[in-house]
């Protein structure tokens, strides 16, 4: 079964630097592309970034030229390096399969305030 553990969240000023990343287990990592989503209260998951098996990105346009999506497939783990985060960055944080699963790890909290 996939398992995702979602790591790296936390309190930043705005302008500040985080380095989210998703371990999973259970699948042929480097088979499967990936997707950093992110969820507000109230709002339904969006994508952030995309990560395709054969390394090939994807960003959300509030996102492009801040953030980088990378992956270590030796250690079944995809990254997110977020800069100048925002206040509107603020989110929970969470990875999956292309094509997504029906199950979801517990997510990570990104919180962007002063």
């Known amino acids: 079964q996939v398992q995702f553990v979602e790591s790296g969240g936390g309190l930043v000023q705005p302008g500040g630097s985080l380095r989210l990343s998703c371990a999973a287990s259970?699948?042929?990592?480097?088979?499967?592309?990936m997707t950093w989503y992110r969820q507000t209260p109230g709002k339904q998951r969006e994508v952030v970034a995309r990560?395709?098996?054969?390394?090939?990105?994807m960003y959300v346009d509030s996102v492009k030229g801040r953030f980088t999506i990378s992956r270590d497939n030796a250690v079944n783990t995809v990254h997110l390096e977020m800069n100048s985060l925002k206040p509107e960055d603020t989110a929970v944080y969470y990875c999956?399969?292309?094509?997504?699963?029906?199950?979801w790890g517990q997510g990570t909290q990104v919180t962007v305030s002063s």
């Open positions: 990560i395709g098996s054969n390394g090939s990105t």
């Open positions: 259970g699948i042929m990592f480097r088979m499967y592309g």
């Open positions: 999956n399969t292309i094509p997504i699963r029906s199950s």
